[in-house]
């Protein structure tokens, strides 16, 4: 099965900006893969924050965006605050399978 | 109001089966789909299967030929049946709405997950 891949942890200060990446075992991230973006906190059950690459529901963060880059689905997050701090996983769909990525632990320091 | 509650968790010996159930309200199940994702503790979330609104079904590798997703419509739940458990499907099971017929129902929705222990 593909293998998703993401940054396993980044870290980023309060206000400033930072971005989150999900490439794939089986080439090029495209708007085809359908990127989705996840959020957990610790004891919470996920929620997602953007679907098919860049849409976001309405309780996503205007500082939150997707995009894809350099081949790969990419989450900015721009203007980081403290409540940001959570894990974050990119889902892509590879026709009816999805497959998530490791995660990526964002702290906010 | 939309909502999903799992329910059918517990602890099973290796080799055991168990039924999870996904109960959703404010929506019908027979027009959406619907996911389960895992997470074993202290791991990443872990895709497990999908029931497509028009029926099909979908599962991961790890999964296929052990696991069976349904749904009945008359109670609008979708099942997630596991059979030859194994340790390694120690988990929380989340189920959530995959897919819905508006334009912003991708995902959106998740269960608060059900604990399931493959345990001797």
């Known amino acids: 099965q593909v293998v998703v891949t993401q940054e396993p942890s980044l870290t980023v200060s309060p206000g400033e900006t930072v971005t989150l990446t999900c490439g794939s075992s089986s080439g090029a991230v495209t708007s085809g893969r359908w990127p989705y973006w996840l959020q957990q906190k610790p004891g919470q059950a996920p929620r997602t924050l953007i679907y098919d690459t860049s849409n976001k529901h309405s309780w996503t963060p205007a500082r939150f965006s997707g995009s894809l880059l350099g081949g790969k689905a990419a989450l900015t997050l721009s203007g980081a605050q403290p409540e940001d701090e959570a894990d974050y996983y990119c889902l892509l769909f590879f026709d009816g399978v999805r497959v998530l990525g490791g995660g990526t632990k964002l702290t906010v320091l | 109001e939309v909502q999903l509650v799992e329910s059918g968790g517990g602890l099973i010996q290796p080799g055991g089966s168990l039924r999870l159930s996904c109960a959703a309200s404010?929506?019908?199940?027979?027009?959406?789909?619907i996911s389960w994702v895992r997470q074993a503790p202290g791991k990443g979330l872990e895709w497990v299967s999908v029931?497509?609104?028009?029926?099909?079904?979908d599962y991961a590798d790890s999964v296929r030929g052990r696991y069976t997703i349904s749904r009945d419509t008359s109670e609008n739940t979708v099942h997630l049946q596991m059979n030859n458990l194994r340790a390694e499907d120690t988990a929380l099971y989340y189920c959530?709405?995959?897919w819905g017929p508006g334009g912003e129902e991708r995902f959106d929705y998740w269960g608060q997950g059900t604990l399931v222990t493959v345990s001797s």
């Open positions: 404010g929506f019908f199940v027979g027009i959406s789909s």
């Open positions: 029931l497509h609104s028009g029926g099909g079904t």
């Open positions: 959530v709405r995959d």
